[in-house]
């Protein structure tokens, strides 16, 4: 494993940013956060991704990055306004980054760039490896062009890994911190049928997959950052009743949530199914913290 040197972070203020910041200092790398913002440190650099500016004199040095900014998937009504800022500030902000680390005179060696599993789309029990094809719908498109947005850092002879997120299990925020709320009023339970998969990874592992892409340098393209494990909608409100030590009765109605959230949101993202295997990190011998539900919940919650 090649040490790294200097490090910069996109999305350093976001739920996975914040941690993995801390974790690469730790293990004494010198952390560079981009921020949209004028910057109010030494180890702060800006950029506009939506006015297309970058520092690039504050880039020089560094030797990899970790890309993780995006307007939040999950917050608010997705308007069409909404749709356009989820895709344009992962789709320009990738070219502008990728192509500014393409100009740099001494270039990174790695560029670990977020995807999400949102590329394969609703796919219902079908197991999906990194080189299953990519899906239908909204965010399957937007996953396509940002990944499709590296292009210019890996033809500049960067190595690029696009990191296929599932969803993130944290305390201090993200999904479910959602969805413990209606269980600890005692009104939890399991949507529709309950027979949709949903790929999870705690906050700890996703941090340390990331840490594992930017030093193992033999990984390059997608890799699904996901437990070993997804469960169905059905196991993870019975783990979740348990670990809450709250009731499970009754089951939410998908039209509920189409009416509540909206029905494209609510169709690819909390009612779709997505059965994800982390097939390279298995691969490569990635270690999980949490590779099972139930443990996992008790460690977040
Ligand atoms: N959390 C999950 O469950 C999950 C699942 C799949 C994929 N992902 C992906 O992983 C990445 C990190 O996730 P996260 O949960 O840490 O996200 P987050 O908490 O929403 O943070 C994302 C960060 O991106 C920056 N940002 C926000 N709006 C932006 C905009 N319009 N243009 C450019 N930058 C913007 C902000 O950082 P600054 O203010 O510091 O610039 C923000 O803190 C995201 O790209 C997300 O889509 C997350």
Redesign the pocket.
Known sequence: MAQLGKIAV????????RRLVAVLRDRGYQVL?L??RAPASDDEARWN??EGTIDLEGLSGVTGVIH??????ASGRWTEAKKA?IRD??VH?TELLAGALAKLSSKPKVMVS?????YYGPRGDEELLETSPSGTGFLASVCREWEGATRAAEDAGVRVVHAR????FAKEG??LAKMKTPFMLGVGGRVGDGSQYMSWITLDDVVAALVFALEDETLEGPVNLVAPTPVTNAELTKSLGRVLKRPTVLPVPKFALRLGAGAQMADEMLIASTRVVPAVLKGRGFHWEHPTLEPALRSVL
């Open positions: 996109t999305g350093a203020s976001g739920l996975v940013g956060r921020v949209r991704p939506s993780l900014a995006g307007d939040n998937v800022k500030s992962r902000g977020a995807s999400a599993i949102g997120i599932g969803v993130v993200g999904a």
